[in-house]
């Protein structure tokens, strides 16, 4: 199984193939909240690409540190950037970051099925 990663940081948000699980279990558990699923969809849809704190805490009806908390997590685990100017800080999907999730999870699902179903051939 191919192992997959991305570096978090600055605004460019580069893709990586240096770590491993650390980095995917990472992303996996800051998406299992649902604020933070609901934090990178609103950020994703936001026009431009990118949301200030101050665009995400209406929707949610949750407060500014409460928003921030989240947005950090997510930064974190590489699956947004923050790019401050001035005072503020805008948030945006870090480019591939979910392509490689979801290729990770391809990639385990094959193979997986590729065992089962050589176990259930050499059973029959």
């Not at 209406?58 to 001035?86: E, N, Y």
């Not at 480019?95 to 065992?115: E, F, H, M, V």
Request: aromatic share 6%; proline share 3%; with cysteine.
């Amino acid at each position: 199984m191919t192992r997959m990663t991305w570096a978090s940081g600055d605004r460019r948000g580069t893709m990586s193939a240096m770590t491993g699980e650390d980095t995917l279990s990472r992303a996996f558990r800051a998406l299992s909240d649902p604020t933070r699923l609901r934090l990178l969809a609103l950020v994703a849809a936001h026009e431009g690409g990118e949301a200030c704190v101050v665009d995400l805490t209406a929707p949610l009806a949750l407060s500014q540190p409460t928003i921030s908390h989240h947005l950090k997590i997510l930064v974190g685990a590489g699956l947004l950037t923050r790019d401050r100017r001035g005072v503020w800080s805008y948030y945006a999907l870090v480019p591939g970051a979910l392509g490689t999730l979801g290729r990770y999870l391809t990639d385990a699902d094959t193979a997986w099925t590729g065992r089962h179903d050589a176990h259930e051939s050499s059973d029959g």
